[in-house]
């Protein structure tokens, strides 16, 4: 539980300093609108992780959500990506910042789901033992 943790407030970090990397690379809009984003995902991040300190599961499941929410978000991004790959650089460096987010929150979800299951293989093995 406690890696957990501190990979939700890893990715918070790295997703705040992809935001602050993209006002240095991208044009003005659409650097600050990937650093608004950046701003509201990795702050979230952050507020889950604090809230994992006190009540553990609270945090982890407020982080999976977001993590859920950010992959969303980052699947629509992956036309643009394509585009990106095949020589359209209309958009400058964003397709390929948009898409490391959208890894960070997989990768996130993915460590959520593995320690709810887990604690669910524990609690079940823990009711076993006590009939």
């Known amino acids: 539980m406690k890696l957990v943790r501190v990979f939700i407030f890893l ?12 006002t240095r690379v991208l044009a003005k809009d659409d650097g ?9 995902l990795g702050g979230g991040f952050l507020i889950t992780g604090l809230f994992s300190l006190k009540m553990p599961w609270h945090g982890i ?12 978000r980052g ?7 394509a585009e990106y790959l095949t020589g359209e650089r209309d958009r400058g460096a964003a ?6 987010i959208t ?29």
């Open 103 to 131: 890894l960070i929150c997989a990768m996130l979800l993915v460590r959520v789901i593995r320690t709810f299951a887990a604690e669910k293989a524990r609690r079940g093995s823990d009711s076993a033992s006590k009939s």
């Open 32 to 40: 600050m609108a990937l650093l608004l984003g950046c701003l509201t």
């Open 11 to 22: 990715a918070a970090s790295a997703i705040l300093a992809l935001g602050f990397y993209g």
């Open 95 to 100: 397709p390929t910042l948009e898409l490391c």
């Open 61 to 72: 499941i407020g982080a999976g959500i977001l993590a859920l929410l950010g992959f969303a």
């Open 75 to 81: 699947i629509m991004n992956f036309p643009g990506f």
